[in-house]
């Protein structure tokens, strides 16, 4: 028969515990001396080791020979603990055992010393799920037990505990397993099983197990199935967990900033037929959102991007077509869809597509959220100078133009008998026609959110950048007026320019040369507060 391949691999000691040696460590520790807590609360996500180190911490409290602190494996007890024919280590699922009756016999039991090992061990998974009469029942128990009993509460909801229990145990917390390391332990596993996988196909996985080893491995073994031979590649793992592959998030990414609907109603259509889930195409819809928002707003974004050099390219190129106003107005609006997912089953793909066509035009949302990126992305363009020659003010008639006007509507009649001298011409000067001046300077609305780019690398810098003025010219160029000299000596150098033109270039999402950004001492005639390029809109609307 075949045996499940976490349970399998399964850690018989402390030192197998992947990815959670701040736990580790002090167990080992209190193994060592020989000192135990009565009570114990192991809490984090599912799959992180809770239970399995609940096991190792049972049977080295009773191990004969412990070995650097974990149970040595061999000993009668240690065997018997493997074997399950002891009687002393007690394992209970609150979650089916969760009434008074249930803890009450337990609390019947602890007055009994154990029959054959030292310690008799209690072992309560998910202790969420009790009943507050049964929380209630082990108080006291919990509090003030033998000396020869111990508790191992785990739980996946800590919140879900009374403070009064939690305040009875020694507390530990199971953190999420990094990739690197369920990438290297699913590398050992394969290679022990014989399982041909590659080594993006290993990183996919633990991408998909989100922390979880448990998860990872049981991935693992549902990819490698009855063929160990063949060659267990990305798209494998796509096909069998039912993924869209990361190639088809960009495009349909790339279709909501082309407005390319065509693109959009096929890529949904392709899922539907594939017999995979819309639910799993969504949240790697908003997974893939949300490394874009990490991208604009992180300097170090490959430090929270689980991606290769590749992919994080692909990323830059179609994370600078999105503001970040309209990155976090499309992630709501996928939560939102994600939530009407979970209510009707039926319409998935009618949700799906009705929130992607809203999201290519920004017209058909009203809400708050995309009010704000349709303001960004207009205040920008007028910052830039791309409207300075969008409106007009009413073009004024030349005299010229108006005497001859005047001249055409009102006819003259000649009498016939006598002629009249033919009046000399004479010649009007012609006033030329004035020029719409556009203003020539227009506050940059996006200041502040460079100035904190520049801090990130250069915080000295940016505090003097703070007391500056940014101004758009009408050719594209950046001016930055500052108040006093000192200032423009502190911030007028090589390295500071290079911080701001990058800053630049990422806020107003185009290349910033050296020759358009230039420093200059603010003069009088200057305004003394950034003018809003709403006013401005609204003032060209007026005239």
């Not at 409290?61 to 002891?86: K, L």
Request: charged content about 25%; glycine content about 4%; overall charge negative.
């Amino acid at each position: 028969m075949h045996q499940a391949l976490y349970r399998k691999w399964r850690p018989h000691t402390f030192d197998d515990v992947c990815g959670q040696e701040h736990i580790t460590s002090i167990l080992k520790y209190e193994a060592s001396i020989g000192k135990f807590n009565h009570a114990y609360l192991f809490c984090g996500s599912r799959g992180t080791g809770k239970t399995t180190c609940a096991k190792i911490l049972a049977k080295v409290v009773n191990c004969e020979n412990p070995q650097n602190g974990s149970p040595c494996g061999e000993c009668a007890a240690c065997r018997s603990i493997d074997e399950g024919t002891t009687t002393d280590i007690l394992e209970m699922d609150a979650a089916s055992n969760n009434g008074v009756d249930n803890i009450r016999d337990i609390r019947d039991e602890v007055s009994y010393p154990p029959s054959s090992l030292k310690y008799r061990v209690y072992i309560v998974d998910e202790v969420h799920m009790l009943s507050d009469g049964a929380f209630n029942a082990l108080l006291k128990t919990l509090e003030e037990p033998p000396s020869y009993v111990i508790f191992i509460l785990a739980t996946t909801e800590l919140q879900k505990l009374p403070a009064t229990i939690i305040s009875r145990c020694q507390r530990f917390e199971f953190r999420r397993i990094s990739i690197d390391t369920l990438v290297n332990r699913l590398a050992y596993i394969a290679e022990k099983e014989n399982i041909n996988v590659e080594h993006g196909a290993l990183q996919l996985i633990a991408k998909i197990a989100q922390g979880g080893m448990r998860d990872a491995i049981s991935i693992l073994d549902l990819c490698a199935g009855g063929k160990r031979d063949s060659l267990i590649d990305e798209d494998a793992v796509n096909e069998i967990v039912g993924l869209s592959g990361r190639a088809v998030l960009a495009k349909v990414v790339g279709a909501v900033a082309d407005n390319n609907f065509d693109v959009i109603l096929e890529e949904i259509d392709n899922i539907v037929r594939s017999s995979k889930d819309i639910s799993v195409f969504w949240q790697n819809l908003m997974s893939f959102y949300r490394d874009m928002l990490v991208y604009r707003t992180s300097k170090d974004a490959a430090k929270y991007l689980d991606l290769t050099d590749s992919e994080i390219k692909g990323l830059a190129e179609i994370s600078a077509r999105f503001s970040r106003e309209t990155i976090l107005a499309h992630c709501k609006q996928i939560e939102n869809a994600y939530f009407s997912m979970q209510k009707s089953n039926s319409v998935k793909r009618t949700i799906a597509e009705l929130t992607l066509v809203k999201m290519c035009d920004d017209t058909l949302d009203s809400s708050n959220d995309n009010i704000l990126s349709r303001l960004s992305k207009l205040e920008d363009t007028v910052a830039l100078g791309a409207m300075s020659g969008g409106f007009t003010a009413k073009k004024e008639t030349p005299i010229a133009e108006q005497t001859a006007e005047r001249s055409t509507e009102q006819p003259t009649e000649q009498p016939t008998e006598q002629p009249v001298p033919k009046p000399r011409e004479t010649v009007i000067p012609q006033k030329e026609e004035p020029k719409q001046e556009p203003k020539k300077i227009r506050g940059l609305s996006c200041w502040a959110e460079v100035i904190d780019r520049v801090s990130q690398s250069d915080s000295r810098s940016a505090s003097y950048l703070r007391l500056t003025k940014a101004y758009a010219l009408g050719d594209g160029s950046i001016k930055i007026y500052v108040p006093d000299s000192f200032t423009l000596m502190m911030i007028d150098g090589a390295g500071v320019k290079d911080s701001l033109r990058a800053a630049l270039s990422v806020c107003l999402k185009r290349d910033i040369p050296d020759a358009q950004l230039s420093f200059e001492e603010k003069k009088d005639d200057l305004p003394d507060e950034d003018e809003s390029a709403l006013d401005s809109i609204l003032e060209n609307f007026e005239n």
